[in-house]
Nanobody, 126 residues
């Protein structure tokens, strides 16, 4: 059974930093590209960042460019999202997701992904 478990969310002041982790099990992690998505109340789920299966290719949505860094450790079956200079508009539930892909990281929509975590809340206060 595939499981993706996010951790690291919480409450932070604007301008602060948070690091999210997503531990995967039950799948061959190194053949899955990983994505980080977020969903704020009343808004659609949107991609934040993605990383290829090898880790050599990354994609960032405009919302996170220059502030977020996605990385992965295939030996630990874990993907990370380091977030800095956080803004109140970053407040959302953050999800990690997996899609079987050998291609470069891309801005594929959430519907392309095969597996999802339960999400972790990130709240940025002003």
């Amino acid at each position: 059974q595939v499981q993706l478990v996010e951790s690291g969310g919480g409450l932070v002041q604007a301008g602060g930093s948070l690091s999210l982790s997503c531990a995967a099990s039950g799948l061959s992690f190194n053949i899955y590209a990983m994505g980080w998505f977020r969903q704020a109340p009343g808004k659609e789920r949107e991609i934040v960042a993605a990383i290829s299966a090898s880790g050599y290719s990354t994609y960032y949505a405009d919302s996170g460019k220059g502030r977020f860094i996605v990385s992965r450790n295939n030996a630990k079956n874990t993907v990370y999202l380091q977030m800095s200079s956080l803004k109140p508009e970053d407040t959302a539930v953050y999800y990690c997701a997996a899609v079987r892909s050998s291609g470069p990281a891309s801005n594929d929509g959430w519907e392309e992904y095969d597996y999802w975590g339960q999400g972790t809340q990130v709240t940025v206060s002003s």
